[in-house]
Each structure stands twice: as structure tokens, then as C-alpha cells.
Nanobody, 125 residues
Framework: QVQLVESGGGLVQAGGSLRLSCAASGRTFDNYGMGWFRQAPGKEREFVAVISRGGGRTRYADSVKGRFTISRDNAKNTVYLEMNSLNLEDTAVYYC??????????????????WGQGTQVTVSS
């Protein structure tokens, strides 16, 4: 009963930056941790980042540490993913997802209850 809608995807050059947003509605937003996942063509879904319900804890995949930053604004029911120093390997459909706070900052996709429809990020060489 949580609806998630991603936005902000697009085409960027390698080395550039992009900010994704995920707007939530339905249930109380601050009851959930929020994660970002991505899936490139021909590859499996991959964990990117997660932030706890209050925003005090974050976790990142090794491949994006130091380049991506996840944040949330509970007053706006929105979670963000700031992506910097983008490279070709970052090209994927990016999904936001909601997880019960009891799971903490989990990277396991199976723990997430709700998913958005995804937004395409394409990085050109």
C-alpha cells in the first residue's frame, strides 16, 4: 500500500552527475527504510544504496561508494540519489524500494516490500 514513483533519469556524459528522486504516497513514509537498486540490460538486479527511516544510517554498494549519496526528506515523502562521477557501468534502470524499518539497512532485495516502476539512467562515453 505504498506507491513509489521515480524521476530524474536521463542521458548524461561520463563524469557527469544526476539526481534521482522517489516520491512516496500511501502509508506513512517514515515507517520505512528506503533503498535504491538498479538493473542493467542482461544483468541481475543490483543493490545500490539504502537509508534508514530517520536518515541516520546509510549503506552503499562498493561500486558506488564515494560517488553516490542517498538522502531523504520525510516531510516531502521523498528519497533522493545523488550520482556523481558517472561512468558507463552505471547505465541501468534505477528503482526505489521501501523496506520495513525492522530490517535495518538491508541490501537484500527480497526484504523490500514495495517498488517503483523505475527510471532510466544512460551514461554516454
Amino acid at each position: 500500500q505504498v506507491q513509489l514513483v521515480e524521476s530524474g533519469g536521463g542521458l548524461v556524459q561520463a563524469g557527469g552527475s544526476l539526481r534521482l528522486s522517489c516520491a512516496a504516497s500511501g502509508r506513512t513514509f517514515d515507517n520505512y527504510g528506503m533503498g535504491w537498486f538498479r538493473q542493467a540490460p542482461g544483468k541481475e538486479r543490483e543493490f545500490v544504496a539504502v537509508i534508514s527511516r530517520g536518515g541516520g544510517r546509510t549503506r552503499y554498494a562498493d561500486s558506488v561508494k564515494g560517488r553516490f549519496t542517498i538522502s531523504r526528506d520525510n516531510a516531502k515523502n521523498t528519497v533522493y540519489l545523488e550520482m556523481n562521477s558517472l561512468n558507463l557501468e552505471d547505465t541501468a534502470v534505477y528503482y526505489c524500494a521501501a523496506v520495513s524499518a525492522s530490517y535495518g539497512t538491508t541490501s537484500r532485495a527480497d526484504n523490500y516490500d514495495y517498488w517503483g516502476q523505475g527510471t532510466q539512467v544512460t551514461v554516454s562515453s
